[in-house]
């Protein structure tokens, strides 16, 4: 049974550009949160999706934006990155209706 | 934004011996309470969840709640040199529909051989 799998695993960008993040749920698993970890910091909360639709949404600007196909696998868009986006980016699926996320090995950005 | 505390350590303790650690948090109306384990360069993985006062024990772990105190404890006993890692605490945020898990920014543990 495969775990959660995100693409790519590393990745470096200019500032300005823009950026997919890919992430394919563990088999079972609905719900998809996106999460940013920066250096020494825990997971902060990006947004959640279910459904295909954004259920919740955390502290962060509208160049974070996001995608739930009905596969269940999901995206993350940065655009017009900056240098403070640089980060472990983490998706962690789960069944809707049970307790506690599977995190994928995450996608290191490092924006130049 | 609500809150997740941790006491950032790092936290020393000799091989066989019981670590505690600590979290509170700032959401009276949270629900689930979650204890992962982050190893150096690795992703979080799921050690503990509980959801009612008092303890829950499974294995080596203990995960202790009180929400009276809006406070978390996770105790690792006889502890291993493998346990070395960094704790996360992790509260569903009642107040928006439990649909946000907020993290505190962990507390590094190191056993000693």
């Not at chain 1, 996106?34 to 295909?52: D, K, N, R, T, V």
């Not at chain 2, 050690?47 to 009612?52: K, N, T």
Request: aromatic share 12%; with cysteine.
């Amino acid at each position: 049974d495969a775990g959660v799998t995100q693409s790519p695993t590393h990745l470096i960008k200019t500032r300005g550009q823009q950026v997919t993040l890919r992430c394919s749920p563990k088999s079972g698993h609905d719900t998809v949160s996106w999460y940013q970890q920066a250096l020494g910091q825990g997971p902060q909360f990006i947004f959640q999706y279910y459904e295909e639709e954004e259920r919740q949404r955390g502290n962060f600007p509208d160049r974070f934006s996001g995608h739930q196909f009905p596969n269940y696998s999901s995206e993350l868009n940065v655009n017009a990155l900056l240098l403070g986006d640089s980060a472990l980016y983490l998706c962690a699926t789960k069944d809707t209706q049970k307790n506690g996320y599977t995190f994928g090995s995450g996608t290191r950005l490092t924006v130049v | 934004q609500k809150e997740v505390e941790q006491n950032s350590g790092p936290l020393s303790v000799p091989e066989g011996a019981i670590a505690s650690l600590n979290c509170t948090y700032s959401d009276r109306g949270s629900q689930s309470f979650f204890w992962y384990r982050q190893y150096s360069g690795k992703s979080p993985e799921l050690i503990m969840f509980i959801y009612s006062n008092g303890d829950k024990e499974d294995g080596r772990f203990t995960a202790q709640l009180n929400k009276a105190s809006q406070y978390v404890s996770l105790l690792i006993r006889d502890s291993q040199p493998s346990d070395s890692a960094t704790y996360l605490c992790a509260v569903n945020e009642g107040s928006t529909g439990g649909f946000k898990t907020i993290f505190g920014a962990g507390t590094r543990l190191f056993v000693k051989a």
